[in-house]
Nanobody, 115 residues
Framework: QVQLVESGGGLVQPGGSLRLSCAAS????????MGWYRQAPGKQRELVAT???????NYADSVKGRFTISRDNAKNTVYLQMNSLKPEDTAVYYC?????????WGQGTQVTVSS
């Protein structure tokens, strides 16, 4: 059974940085893309960044130039480097792995940006 485990969230001051990790346990085949989404209180879940199996990346306008998505295939892990964090980045961050057959979600990790 495939499980995604996120880590790296926490409390950071505005302007600070965090790196989120999402490690997959079990075997995942036919991966189409991996991504990070976030959900702030009272808001819908929104896409933050994706990376395809071919390495193409896509970012929400609100995080372009500040966040970087990357992956380590050998470790079955996808990362989200978040720099220049703003209070509006506060949310629960979820990773997603999309295959040809199924979509997998992590349990979420809280990111709070506050002074």
């Amino acid at each position: 059974q495939v499980q995604l485990v996120e880590s790296g969230g926490g409390l950071v001051q505005p302007g600070g940085s965090l790196r989120l990790s999402c490690a997959a346990s079990g075997s995942i085949f036919a991966i189409v893309a991996m991504g990070w989404y976030r959900q702030a209180p009272g808001k819908q879940r929104e896409l933050v960044a994706t990376i395809t199996s071919g390495g193409s990346t896509n970012y929400a306008d609100s995080v372009k130039g500040r966040f970087t998505i990357s992956r380590d295939n050998a470790k079955n892990t996808v990362y989200l480097q978040m720099n220049s964090l703003k209070p509006e980045d506060t949310a629960v961050y979820y990773c997603n792995w999309l295959t040809l057959m199924q979509s997998y979600w992590g349990q979420g990790t809280q990111v709070t940006v506050s002074s």
